[in-house]
């Protein structure tokens, strides 16, 4: 299966969540949008602060995410996925979530590939089927 990833579905796996996403082992490539590194250290660096979390428990979930990274493709926010991203959409949906969308969608478009999106984010995936694309995660 190749599976658009985002931040939510990295975060679950990484922090032991439960309902990660039942579709991993199956993911045969995925492509991210580089966002999702600073949206997951971000959040790491959040729980470290609000939960107390020790070095060694922060250093571990890091390298978890950068792991999970270097298993993916990773896309860089360009001017086009930013002028895609800032372009109506039929559903409401936040900025970093429309660059996600946007970073998909011209992923799709550019290699052709059948691509599902994968979320825990209610708001994304409800945008990425608006769009056409068949959700997982949710």
Known sequence: M?????????????????????????VSSGVVSALAEV???????RLRIAEGLGDAEIVRRREAVFKI???????????PVLARAAQPL??????????????????????????????HDAALGLAARSVGFRVVGL
């Open 90 to 119: 039929p559903v409401v949906l936040g900025t970093l979530d429309a660059i996600h969308l946007a970073t998909a969608l011209l992923w799709h478009e550019q290699t052709e590939a059948d691509l599902v999106l994968a979320t």
């Open 69 to 79: 990274l270097e298993t993916l493709t990773v896309v860089e926010p360009t001017r």
């Open 2 to 26: 190749n599976v658009y990833v985002d931040s939510s579905v990295i975060l679950r796996l990484v922090l032991g969540q439960r309902n990660a996403l039942r579709e991993w082992r199956r």
């Open 39 to 45: 949206e997951c250290l971000r959040t790491l660096d």
